[in-house]
């Protein structure tokens, strides 16, 4: 049961509908409709809608009541007024700067239908014939015409063979409003329309006696059943003309026995819903992800980098596992990411490990995983959880050499096995590992097994230090300028000549990740225009 009217103000024209029980009209912002007028009092009047169905207008404020072109009543400042509203009634606002006028569209005067109740008893016996085949169907899928056709069957069993159901899903736990309604399928169930819109006012008393007491409701020739999990998020709403009594208690003793059903109903495709929004989640993040690692963002103007990029896109298409060795901040990691995100596990996981942070002991875990012992449940270790994706191992010349030969062992039966279990697992995850020393150096050295070191030998690169690829100093300054200036809202847009000439001589000890951090640094120190020596702090 809704309410329509038309506001006039001068030129232009809005429509409102609503449908409640009190609609407010005035110049303050809390108001349902507010007329931006200083001669418009704050809460200037009202609609309101009675239980019988009339339409009252009440207000204090300066107000003039037409019919039919004929001013009927009038009010001044200090008297409130209360008129019953018809279809095309105009409410004037007198002493308003603009001439505003509401016109009344709709005024519904049939009230709405009172709801009874009925209680929810328990189901007959007898319907175990039809709940069988639905237990077996629901078992392989959860569909909402599954249980409105067993809904159906079994108003049929007890020769209720008319009406139609439809099955009705609140966005959310408790909510029981018009607008909060979504509809878990269109096609399945038929539904054109929110099948709860002529319910008007009542949906609160169905609401609030339903939080006490699990029953269904009658209101004029629906019967609205709950049948979530005891909280209000599912319904069946059964329509049929001329409901008797018998009718409504086969409705209830059917809804009864469809509670179960309708509860794993629900809770599937809520789940469903979560995983939805969290598969797009990841996907929004994953894209935002990769933008940080793409060829074309990457700096690469000297010919030691070009060779790298070269071989990196001939590997990415690989599932062999990659060795990148170098000195430690020369971008290691940012190429293995690149190496991921180029690949075709670009939307799997990438589990990144850097071997050096962990203990002996705990570094065999967190590779491999540990079983159930009694004492501890059990744990995968990060080539179960990366899947199909990639792990990247940092520093793993510090691995005890126990360990590297389980790692060995991986790598060559792509499997693993849990500390305290005989039995391997199944891994798919591609292994990125780094060193940050001459590879050469930490096989003679012991460090690096030799059987680990064969196995990526011939996927090994050797990523240049800063100072062997000087071409690429100025482009990485000028990009990291560009990126520090826009985060720190710095008016900042280059170097000075002899900055420049200086950054060229520096020997480059921290390789990129010492040229990023001066660039920060400068940023945040300059004044001007232009990143002077002073700033670089370069001797």
Avoid at 261 to 273: M, T, Y
Avoid at 388 to 396: K, N, R
Avoid at 496 to 520: C, K, T, Y
């Amino acid at each position: 049961m809704s309410m329509k009217f038309r506001v006039v103000c001068d030129d232009s024209v809005h429509e409102f509908e609503f449908d409640r029980e009190r609609v407010t009209v005035g110049r303050g912002p809390s108001n349902d409709v507010v007329l931006e007028d200083s001669l418009v009092s704050r809460r200037h009047g009202a609609f309101e809608r009675q239980t019988d169905g009339r339409l009252i207008w009440s207000c204090t404020g300066p107000t003039s009541f037409h019919r039919a072109g004929t001013v009927v009543d009038h009010t001044s400042d200090d008297e409130p007024r209360r008129w019953e509203l018809a279809d095309g009634d105009v409410v004037q606002i007198a002493g308003a700067e603009a001439a505003i006028a509401i016109e009344v569209l709709t005024a519904e005067t049939t009230p709405a239908p009172r709801p009874y109740f009925v209680d929810l008893g328990p189901a007959p016996a007898d319907l175990g014939a039809i709940l069988l085949p639905l237990a077996e169907r629901m078992a392989r899928e959860v569909r909402p015409d599954a249980i409105l056709e067993a809904f159906t069957a079994m108003l049929q069993h007890a020769g209720l063979s008319r009406g139609v159901s439809t099955l009705v899903v609140l966005s959310g736990p408790d909510e029981f409003h018009n607008d909060a309604w979504a509809f878990a399928d269109d096609e399945a169930c038929g539904l054109t329309a929110d099948p709860t819109s002529v319910l008007g006012v009542t949906t609160s008393e169905i609401s609030e006696r339903w939080r006490s007491n699990h029953c269904l409701a009658v209101v004029g020739d629906q019967v609205l059943i709950p049948v979530g999990d005891g909280s209000l998020d599912a319904l069946i709403v059964y329509r049929a003309a001329g409901l008797g009594p018998d009718a409504v208690r086969t409705a209830a003793a059917a809804a009864t026995a469809l509670r179960p059903f309708a509860s794993l109903f629900v809770a599937r495709l809520r789940a469903e819903r979560a995983h939805g929004a969290l598969v797009e989640e990841n996907r929004y993040f994953r894209g935002r992800q990769r933008q940080h690692y793409l060829y074309k963002e990457l700096v690469c103007e000297s010919r030691a980098m070009k060779a790298v990029h070269d071989r990196l896109k001939q590997m990415r298409n690989e599932d062999r596992p990659v060795l990148f060795a170098g000195e430690a901040g020369t971008g290691k990691e940012l190429l293995a990411r690149l190496l991921h995100h180029e690949s075709p596990r670009t939307d799997q996981m990438i589990m990144r490990m850097n071997c050096a942070e962990f203990a002996d002991e705990t570094a065999n875990f967190e590779l491999f995983g540990v079983s159930a012992d009694g004492h501890a449940a059990p744990r995968k270790g990060v080539f179960e959880l990366a899947r199909q994706g990639t792990v990247l191992l940092e520093e793993i010349d510090v691995l005890p050499p126990m360990v590297q030969a389980k790692l060995c062992r991986t790598l060559k039966e792509n499997e693993v096995r849990r500390i305290g279990e005989s039995v391997g697992r199944p891994v798919g995850a591609r292994v990125i590992a780094s060193v940050h020393r001459d590879v050469g150096e930490c096989v003679a050295e012991g460090r690096l097994r030799r059987d680990l070191y064969l196995l990526l030998r011939d996927q090994t690169i050797v990523v240049p230090s800063l100072r062997d690829r000087r071409e690429d100093i100025l482009p990485l300054a000028r990009k990291f300028l560009g990126v520090y200036a826009s985060r720190y809202g710095r008016r900042v847009d280059g170097f000075s000549a002899e900055a420049e000439s200086r950054m060229l001589d520096h020997f480059w000890p921290g390789n990129v990740r010492e040229l990023q951090a001066r660039i920060e640094a400068s940023v945040l120190g300059t004044n001007g225009p232009r990143v002077g020596v002073a700033q670089l702090g370069l001797s």
